[in-house]
């Protein structure tokens, strides 16, 4: 039997409140709370709408309680987890309680989401002056007594016109200071510096401007960094069989590192060790080379050739398979492009297409092996397919090949654009810098941030090797973790993760660390110092960003509210006639007879059996 059934189904409504520190810094806790509460006790609202509650961070949770300590705001992925657990349903419009202030994840004013959102703006919306630190790129290591550059981006938010100091810190002494002046209109200042290394290790650093006169937000004024300075001499040998103006060039480059150290020989010369040398430059190679590149070969050392008109191809392209040229007996000129899709490591564009053309002998590239070109080659003004710097990588063995001589002619117009070699000479200091990292094959290696924002986890992993230099999952690693500033310390068990170790401790305070990754039963550890600064992204804000919310609003057909209106909020849900309940018919079948009311029949009668016979006498 069909028995038919009308349910109700109500529209549903999404509530997603930002649990983020920064709610809490703009003194804003209570009022989320409150308005929580308000769409919790408001029975009219109730009853038109299956209401679900969210809090989010940097992820979408279930809202329980909210505590607003978290680091991250993700406005995007908690938009986008709503989207996918509603999976578009029109009818489920989106109330999102939030100051609009995003530090990690896309774009969300952008998002096109399938249904309506009614933003609540939470927080000061009036702009009000503000000088921040937004960016301090810088690399991470540098040589002993080099020189490593730094650069600051600074914001200014406000409209009248400012002038303020930059500082750079170093243990409490100022090391580099600039006078910055803004405008409405010329609101963000890049300052550019090179400080000398002195002290090997990691090393901190602050960067901060000067405080407004009518500053409320100070917390974004400063930014610690660090540098980790390492006190290793590399050494570099060049061989070449001919005498060529590039060959100082390039030694003259490499050694504005200090940390390096350039050895000219003939290619002749048979007593070379080239285990002695970091990196070797094999300078327009002929069948001198022979030898050089057997070993090279054999021992997995690292090489840079370099070719130019009197290269001998035939020789080259028959002792190495990187590459080869289909050449014939004539020299061309070969502008340079930079690739800015380049991913090996960082290099800016030095103008690269306005130096003079490099000399080679004619003919067609092609590349044998995986590669990342950095410098493609043109002529004439028009690029072309062919690679003009490239660099391999071969299990433990880097590569690399200039297709071109007269580079020296490179470093002599970086002076005239520059007055500088500076370019140049950074520039072939990248290069050097990559071939001459060797990969480590240390038994324990331990991975790390120098530095932590406070109150985001410290993540730690270690890879551990046995004596065959296979990964070992077996192992047992402990951290042992201690505040330089209490002297407290603690113990910490590592956790197996697919072919690392990963440990993860949330909940320090701001200040110094020292660690000791141990290996149960081995006498192997590393050491490490990080440090947990007082700043949190959270707090780098002064103002709510209503221009934000207001173009999401917009784009989804929604409407911004602030906490003092939320009842026209409450008010437009319910008359919004798009929002309604819906009926949903249900066919159940259903036999004929139930079978539990044939269980209780049976039963009963049963029991009255039992109770004449009894009553009789019969049982």
Same mark, same amino acid.
């Given at each position: 039997?069909?028995?038919?059934?009308?349910?109700?189904?109500?529209?549903?409504?999404?509530?997603?409140?930002?649990?983020?520190?920064?709610?809490?810094?703009?003194?804003?806790?209570?009022? /989320?709370?409150?308005?929580? $509460?308000?769409?919790? !006790?408001? +029975?009219?609202?109730?009853?038109?709408? *299956?209401?679900?509650?969210? #809090?989010?961070?940097?992820?979408?949770?279930?809202?329980?309680?909210?505590?607003?300590?978290?680091?991250?705001t993700?406005?995007?992925?908690?938009?986008q987890?709503?989207?996918?657990?509603?999976?578009?349903?029109?009818?489920?419009?989106?109330?999102?309680?939030?100051?609009?202030?995003?530090?990690?994840?896309?774009?969300?004013?952008?998002?096109?989401?399938?249904?309506?959102?009614?933003?609540?703006?939470?927080?000061?919306?009036?702009?009000?002056?503000d000088?921040?630190?937004?960016?301090?790129?810088v690399?991470?290591?540098?040589?002993?007594?080099?020189?490593?550059?730094?650069?600051?981006?600074?914001?200014?938010?406000?409209?009248?016109a400012?002038?303020?100091?930059f500082?750079?810190?170093?243990?409490g002494? /100022?090391?580099?200071?600039? $006078?910055?002046?803004? !405008?409405? +209109?010329?609101?963000?200042?890049?300052? *550019?510096?090179?400080?000398? #290394?002195?002290?090997?290790?990691?090393?901190?650093?602050?960067?901060?401007?000067?405080?407004?006169?009518?500053?409320k937000?100070?917390?974004?004024?400063?930014?610690?960094?660090?540098?980790?300075?390492?006190n290793?001499?590399?050494k570099?040998?060049?061989?070449?069989?001919?005498?060529?103006?590039?060959?100082?060039?390039?030694?003259?480059?490499?050694?504005?590192?200090?940390?390096?150290?350039?050895?000219?020989?003939?290619?002749?010369?048979?007593n070379?060790?080239?285990t002695?040398?970091?990196?070797?430059?094999?300078?327009?190679?002929?069948?001198?080379?022979?030898?050089?590149?057997?070993?090279?070969?054999?021992?997995?050392?690292?090489?840079?050739?370099?070719?130019?008109a009197?290269?001998?191809?035939?020789?080259?392209?028959?002792?190495?398979?990187?590459?080869?040229?289909?050449?014939?007996?004539?020299?061309?000129?070969?502008?340079?492009?930079?690739?800015?899709?380049?991913?090996?490591?960082?290099?800016?564009?030095?103008?690269?297409?306005?130096?003079?053309?490099?000399?080679?002998?004619?003919?067609?590239?092609?590349?044998?092996?995986?590669?990342?070109?950095?410098?493609?080659?043109?002529?004439?003004?028009?690029?072309?397919?062919?690679?003009?710097?490239?660099?391999?990588?071969?299990?433990?063995?880097?590569?690399?090949?200039?297709?071109?001589?007269?580079?020296?002619?490179?470093?002599?117009?970086?002076?005239?654009?520059?007055?500088?070699?500076?370019?140049?000479?950074?520039?072939?200091?990248?290069?050097?810098?990559?071939?001459?990292?060797?990969?480590?094959?240390?038994r324990?290696s331990?991975?790390?941030?120098?530095?932590?924002?406070?109150?985001?986890?410290?993540?730690?992993?270690?890879s551990?090797?046995?004596?065959?230099?296979?990964?070992?999952?077996?192992?047992?690693?402990?951290?042992?973790?201690?505040?330089?500033?209490?002297?407290i310390?603690?113990?910490?068990?590592?956790?197996?993760?697919?072919?690392?170790f990963?440990?993860i401790?949330?909940?320090?305070?701001?200040?110094?660390?020292?660690?000791?990754?141990?290996?149960?039963?081995?006498?192997?550890?590393?050491?490490?110092?990080?440090?947990?600064?007082?700043?949190?992204?959270?707090?780098?804000?002064?103002?709510?960003?209503?221009?934000?919310?207001?173009?999401?609003?917009?784009?989804?057909?929604?409407?911004?509210?602030?906490?003092?209106?939320?009842?026209?909020?409450?008010?437009?849900?319910?008359?919004?006639?798009?929002?309604?309940?819906?009926?949903k018919?249900?066919?159940?079948?259903?036999?004929?007879?139930?079978?539990?009311?044939?269980?209780?029949?049976?039963?009963?009668?049963l029991?009255?059996?039992?109770?004449?016979?009894?009553?009789?006498?019969?049982?």
């Amino acid at each position: 039997m069909k028995r038919r059934q009308l349910i109700d189904k109500k529209p549903i409504l999404s509530v997603l409140v930002d649990n983020s520190a920064s709610i809490k810094y703009f003194k804003k806790d209570t009022a /989320v709370n409150n308005l929580v $509460t308000a769409f919790k !006790t408001n +029975q009219l609202l109730n009853e038109k709408f *299956t209401i679900d509650y969210f #809090s989010f961070d940097n992820s979408l949770h279930v809202l329980d309680s909210m505590s607003f300590i978290a680091p991250q705001t993700d406005i995007y992925s908690a938009l986008q987890g709503v989207e996918d657990l509603r999976k578009k349903n029109i009818t489920a419009p989106v109330v999102l309680i939030s100051d609009g202030n995003q530090t990690t994840g896309s774009s969300y004013e952008y998002y096109k989401f399938s249904t309506n959102i009614y933003p609540i703006v939470i927080g000061d919306t009036a702009i009000s002056q503000d000088i921040k630190i937004t960016r301090v790129n810088v690399n991470k290591y540098s040589h002993l007594n080099n020189k490593f550059p730094i650069e600051c981006k600074v914001l200014y938010e406000g409209k009248e016109a400012v002038t303020t100091q930059f500082h750079l810190f170093y243990k409490g002494k /100022v090391i580099f200071k600039k $006078t910055i002046s803004f !405008t409405e +209109q010329e609101n963000v200042q890049t300052i *550019t510096t090179a400080i000398r #290394s002195s002290k090997e290790g990691i090393q901190y650093y602050t960067a901060s401007v000067g405080k407004l006169k009518d500053e409320k937000n100070t917390n974004n004024n400063h930014k610690i960094f660090s540098v980790e300075v390492l006190n290793k001499q590399a050494k570099v040998l060049i061989l070449s069989s001919i005498f060529h103006p590039d060959l100082g060039a390039l030694k003259r480059a490499i050694e504005t590192n200090k940390q390096r150290f350039v050895t000219l020989k003939n290619s002749t010369n048979k007593n070379t060790k080239i285990t002695d040398y970091k990196l070797v430059i094999l300078y327009q190679p002929n069948k001198n080379f022979k030898s050089i590149f057997k070993k090279l070969k054999k021992q997995k050392s690292n090489y840079f050739v370099i070719t130019g008109a009197q290269t001998d191809w035939n020789f080259l392209n028959k002792i190495q398979s990187n590459f080869s040229k289909n050449y014939i007996e004539q020299i061309e000129n070969y502008g340079a492009t930079l690739n800015k899709d380049f991913l090996t490591f960082r290099q800016k564009e030095i103008a690269f297409s306005s130096y003079p053309p490099l000399k080679d002998i004619f003919g067609n590239i092609s590349i044998n092996t995986k590669h990342d070109a950095l410098l493609y080659q043109n002529i004439m003004g028009i690029k072309s397919d062919n690679p003009l710097l490239a660099f391999f990588e071969d299990e433990n063995q880097k590569s690399a090949v200039l297709f071109g001589e007269n580079s020296w002619k490179w470093r002599a117009a970086s002076f005239l654009n520059t007055n500088s070699f500076q370019d140049f000479d950074a520039f072939i200091s990248n290069c050097i810098q990559y071939l001459t990292a060797t990969k480590n094959r240390e038994r324990l290696s331990v991975t790390y941030e120098h530095m932590y924002l406070a109150n985001t986890p410290v993540s730690i992993t270690a890879s551990y090797l046995d004596k065959n230099f296979q990964f070992d999952g077996r192992a047992l690693l402990n951290l042992k973790l201690t505040n330089v500033d209490t002297n407290i310390s603690q113990n910490v068990p590592f956790s197996l993760r697919k072919k690392s170790f990963e440990v993860i401790v949330e909940g320090l305070p701001s200040g110094d660390y020292e660690f000791n990754v141990l290996v149960e039963g081995q006498e192997i550890a590393r050491r490490g110092t990080f440090k947990i600064t007082k700043y949190q992204i959270e707090e780098q804000f002064s103002t709510a960003n209503a221009n934000k919310l207001a173009m999401l609003a917009g784009k989804t057909g929604g409407k911004l509210y602030s906490e003092a209106t939320q009842e026209l909020l409450i008010d437009e849900l319910m008359q919004d006639s798009r929002y309604f309940t819906t009926q949903k018919e249900v066919v159940k079948n259903k036999q004929l007879i139930e079978w539990q009311l044939l269980l209780f029949v049976v039963v009963f009668l049963l029991s009255l059996e039992w109770f004449v016979r009894k009553y009789y006498g019969k049982i």
